[in-house]
């Protein structure tokens, strides 16, 4: 079992930047792919970007370039840095693990955090 906590959301500015943290609790959190996820209103919840435990990355077009994700596995902690944010970032953002046993995917989700781009 994981347990995700996710902080570092709020208002910032178009083209400012902010920087998302997601702390997990439980063992062997360098097994879990982490993903930062997010959903805005009336929209699916989409995938922002995904780090492996061996920090292979990927991340979706929209963000190439302006975000960073990367994780601490000694601080069983996961980052994402985003830089020249637009409004169509405003968004809550979950943070994700993921492992698969036995051919089943088990996913853990944090409570989400806000992120509201606006001048």
């Known amino acids: 079992q994981v347990q995700l906590v996710e902080s570092g959301g709020g208002l910032v500015q178009p083209g400012g930047s902010l920087r998302l943290s997601c702390t997990a609790s439980?063992?062997?959190?360098?097994?879990?792919?982490m993903g930062w996820y997010r959903q805005a209103p009336g929209k699916q919840r989409e995938l922002v970007a995904a780090?492996?435990?061996?920090?292979?990355?990927d991340y979706a077009n929209s963000v190439e370039g302006r975000f960073t994700i990367s994780r601490d596995n000694a601080k069983n902690t996961m980052y994402l840095q985003m830089h020249s944010l637009e409004p169509d970032d405003t968004a809550a953002y979950y943070c994700?693990?993921?492992?698969?046993?036995?051919?089943?995917?088990?996913?853990?989700w944090g409570q989400g955090t806000q992120v509201t781009v606006s001048a």
């Open positions: 780090i492996t435990g061996g920090g292979d990355t």
């Open positions: 994700n693990a993921h492992k698969w046993a036995a051919g089943t995917r088990y996913d853990y």
């Open positions: 439980g063992r062997d959190f360098h097994i879990y792919v």
